[in-house]
């Protein structure tokens, strides 16, 4: 065999492992697990100016979602060995707050004010029946971080906000029932498994938020130089 038919099997061969290694990387879309997302996204590019209220907001609420994502399966895995996923609980699973399209969070009907009164009221909820979890002898050092990071996000949401204490809106929610060992574990799932939902929305429209400031505060210091190019 010739030294050109070598080298063309070489780089055939180097091409054909170049391609699995490609396909075989995970691509995670805008929907997927927020845990796995940098944080580089909400950075200013040039890496030394700091970070905004909105921007430290968002990466406060990754690192709550991927502590409450956390929690959530390792009681799954404890309480729940012999099911297959969590798609089989749903027909247990009870109803406690979550963000709805009307809360203004999306991008078709955003509205900071709105958006964040409700995820305050719905964080109040969480944060006002944590104890239900902090007694199911999860990983404690991690049921602790959930509740104190909770805490920290309320607090910096309300600096904007400015609601008194008591003041956030009152949601209903199904009764935490304990009248049984297994309504328990549904239960303790069902607020683990919708506060993950929360912060997954939470993340989303915070960071949102972060970056609408951040092109109208690009456009509010627009240099005159600019002005005159565009104009040209």
């Known amino acids: 065999m010739s030294s050109a038919q070598n080298a063309a099997l ?53 690192d709550l979602h991927r502590d409450v994502k956390t929690l959530r399966d390792q009681q799954f895995e404890r309480d729940f060995k012999e099911t297959m996923n969590m798609t089989a609980l749903e027909g247990v699973r009870i109803k406690t707050p979550l963000l709805k399209p009307s ?20 964080l109040t909820w969480y944060k006002d029946n944590w104890s239900f979890i902090e007694n199911e002898n999860l990983t404690s050092s991690l049921a602790n971080n959930i509740k104190l990071g909770t805490k920290r996000l309320l607090e910096a949401i309300n600096s904007q906000l400015q609601i008194a204490d008591g003041g956030a809106d009152q949601l209903s929610s199904a009764p935490l029932s304990v009248r ?11 607020i683990l498994f919708n506060f993950t939902n929360v912060m997954i929305d939470t993340c989303r429209a915070v960071n949102y938020m972060s970056k609408r400031k951040a092109a109208h505060r690009a456009k509010d210091t627009k240099r005159p130089a600019d002005w005159s190019t565009d104009k040209n």
């Open 10 to 62: 070489f780089l055939s061969a180097v091409l054909a492992a170049f391609i699995s290694l490609v396909d075989a990387v995970p691509a995670y879309s805008g929907l997927a697990e927020l845990s796995e997302i940098s944080g580089d996204e909400v950075q200013d590019v040039d890496g030394r100016s700091p970070l905004s209220d909105r921007q430290k907001w968002h990466l406060m609420a990754r």
């Open 103 to 122: 809360d203004g969070c999306l991008s078709r009907n955003f509205s900071t004010d709105l958006c964040l009164s409700h995820i305050y009221s719905v």
């Open 180 to 190: 049984s060992a297994w309504t328990r574990k549904t239960t303790a799932h069902s």
